[in-house]
């Protein structure tokens, strides 16, 4: 079958989250089964869009409301990601260093989906399935349902992914005239609280709702930003797939990113030398089991309570741990664990921003990986901590609680139910003790990296998905 993958972002070209890494890897394993997939992004100006050769393989001219811009799509010419890779270029909207966080951004993600449609409508083939991510692509399924100029396509099925409910997407029906013409008999789908919810707009009218996991479907039933009825409405057309890894990136037998390469056979000498660069690099001790954090300094993802604990986990444990944070977010975050420098030297570092390659080093280096979110609909790294011999100590949320069972119940990692100061630091104790038992500790470790994560199951729960909403529009 023939899919679109409509995205705000994709890996390598776009990544702000972990949005970024499923768009970039799903495709890849479905056209390895066998299906045609394209995905769909806007052309942000980054390294990889000025680092790649591209073509232009179509023009046209997007209107919003009053509003016209010039677009023109563009298609990566190797297909080197593994599936066809188009850019949707809107020199006015999207030639900007970021991704997000402009105050046209209601414009910008409207204007992107209009040019999508433009463009898939124009063409020759009509494609079987046009799968959505998140609020950005939220009104495509109203649009190919029910504006008139999409009458080609109206009977492609649609499915929107939910990577992360919180974020809708909500602008006022003063922007209604945006939308290209339909006729208003449908208007409410797009209502939600007497604004248009972009993401609602999505559930209302897509064919399919996945969620990233299995729990978080269960969780966005009580906690979902005021959508909870929505998604109870729509629980029989919706189903929870846990996102995969990509296992050809993140591989620490393969992985250029790394000081030294290392398998299950081998990884107690290659995480020492690993760690040892690593403690190296930021003036931290090798023989002491190190706790990292890797991600947004965000409320959402527990980031306000890393100083706290961090302070208190190093003050309990001065002699016995050390602490590394990579990431960027809350400036106030920033500041707190940026001064814990001058108060725990050698015990303890900070890198504030993002390094992909630090980031692979720290997965392979590390002994703990912190992750106390308050949510986490499913959660790459701790499938990347486990496939690189790193214990997670997670709060038990949505995939977390999917992917990690704690190691008192012969699982493979370290769990904890509060997102508190108290619940982290009680868990960074057990873990210093669990690195004192290295039989244990080293049994779990092979235990994590011998799960398998990889896309090849989900990719066809996906493909069933599809296959179902295609026939039952046959019916």
Not at 281 to 305: M, V, Y
Not at 326 to 335: A, K, R, V
Request: charged share 25%.
């Amino acid at each position: 079958m023939e899919i679109f993958h409509i995205s705000a972002e994709c890996y390598p070209m776009a990544k702000v989250g972990g949005l970024a890494d499923v768009v970039g890897a799903l495709p890849k394993y479905q056209n390895k089964a066998g299906h045609q997939v394209r995905v769909v992004v806007p052309c942000y100006d980054t390294k990889f869009k000025k680092d790649n050769e591209f073509e232009y393989v179509h023009w046209g001219e997007v209107k919003l409301g009053n509003f016209e811009f010039p677009f023109s799509v563009l298609k990566e010419t190797t297909d080197k990601l593994g599936y066809k890779l188009y850019l949707i270029e809107i020199k006015e909207l999207f030639d900007r260093p970021n991704v997000y966080g402009y105050e046209d951004d209601i414009e910008r993600f409207l204007s992107f989906q209009i040019a999508a449609l433009d463009w898939i409508s124009g063409r020759e083939t009509v494609p079987d399935i046009i799968n959505c991510h998140d609020h950005h692509t939220g009104v495509i399924p109203f649009l190919v349902k029910y504006a008139y100029k999409y009458e080609k396509i109206k009977n492609v099925r649609t499915v929107i992914t939910i990577h992360n409910g919180l974020y809708q997407g909500w602008f006022g029906f003063d922007k209604l005239h945006y939308l290209p013409q339909f006729d208003l008999i449908h208007v409410g789908f797009l209502e939600w609280n007497n604004a248009i919810n972009s993401l609602a707009v999505g559930v209302k009218c897509a064919h399919a709702v996945t969620t990233v996991s299995p729990s978080y479907l269960n969780e966005i039933n009580y906690a979902a930003n005021g959508l909870e009825e929505l998604f109870k409405v729509v629980r029989s057309k919706s189903k929870g797939i846990l996102n995969g890894i990509d296992i050809d990136i993140w591989d620490p037998f393969t992985d250029k990113m790394l000081y030294e390469n290392y398998t299950t056979e081998t990884f107690r000498a290659g995480k020492q030398k690993n760690k040892e660069k690593l403690c190296e690099q930021f003036d931290l001790d090798p023989a002491k089991p190190l706790f990292s954090f890797i991600g947004r300094l965000f409320e959402e993802k527990g980031g306000d309570l890393l100083p706290q604990a961090s302070a208190l986990a190093l003050s309990e444990n001065f002699e016995n741990i050390n602490i590394l944070i990579l990431g960027s977010g809350n400036s106030e975050i920033e500041s707190q664990l940026t001064q814990l420098r001058n108060d725990y030297i050698g015990n303890y570092n900070v890198f504030i921003g993002y390094n992909e390659e630090l980031a692979h080093l720290i997965y392979a280096g590390s002994d703990f990986i912190l992750m106390p979110s308050r949510v986490e609909p499913c959660g790459l790294n701790q499938m990347y901590a486990l496939r690189y011999g790193t214990v997670p100590i997670v709060r038990r949320t949505g995939g977390l609680r999917d992917t990690v069972i704690d190691f008192g119940d012969d699982g493979n990692g370290i769990c904890h139910d509060q997102a508190s100061v108290g619940d982290i630091c009680y868990s960074i104790n057990r873990a210093v003790k669990l690195y004192g038992d290295k039989i244990s500790f080293n049994t779990i470790i092979e235990r994590g990296m011998r799960t398998d994560h990889s896309w090849e199951t989900v990719c066809e729960e996906y493909i069933k998905i599809y296959n179902l909403i295609i026939q039952q529009n046959e019916v």
